[in-house]
């Protein structure tokens, strides 16, 4: 898949993919576990919002207060999250980036248990 973002100048972010980061924050922060893994749009693109966080991993600009909040609420549960001093918006989109990918593997693990427990023939494996 081809990347549509803007990179970081050393290390910083357009204030539009800082904008960008905010709405996947959001969207994680909504995301029921049964659904599919939330999009964002830019440019007239949706994009998956595990690809925005990946983006960010190497950000070093500062997380605004708003931003910190929703982070708090998103991990809350998250025992790694508060074990982990967030500071910039690498150290979130590190932190969500893994989230997201935990949340995708139970979600492919909880489709496969589904599909092996009503396939037809239970003799052939999945």
């Known amino acids: 898949m ?3 973002l803007p990179d970081l100048h050393e290390g ?3 204030i539009t993919l800082q ?3 905010g709405d996947a924050l959001e969207a994680f922060d909504s995301w029921e576990d049964e659904r599919a893994e939330p999009t964002v749009i830019y440019e007239d693109q949706l994009l ?4 925005v ?3 960010m991993r190497d950000c070093t600009d500062i997380l605004p207060r708003t931003l910190v909040d929703i982070v ?3 991990f809350a ?3 790694a999250a508060s074990e982990t001093e967030i500071v910039t918006f690498g150290d979130a989109a590190r932190l969500a980036a893994v989230s997201v990918a935990q949340r995708r593997l139970y979600g492919e693990t909880a489709i496969a248990a589904f599909l092996n427990q009503h396939r037809i023939d239970k003799r052939r494996p999945a």
């Open 48 to 51: 998956p919002i595990g690809i």
């Open 72 to 74: 708090a609420t998103a």
């Open 2 to 4: 081809m990347n549509f």
């Open 53 to 55: 966080f990946e983006n």
């Open 19 to 21: 904008q960008l980061f």
């Open 77 to 79: 549960h998250d025992p």
């Open 12 to 14: 910083h972010a357009p």
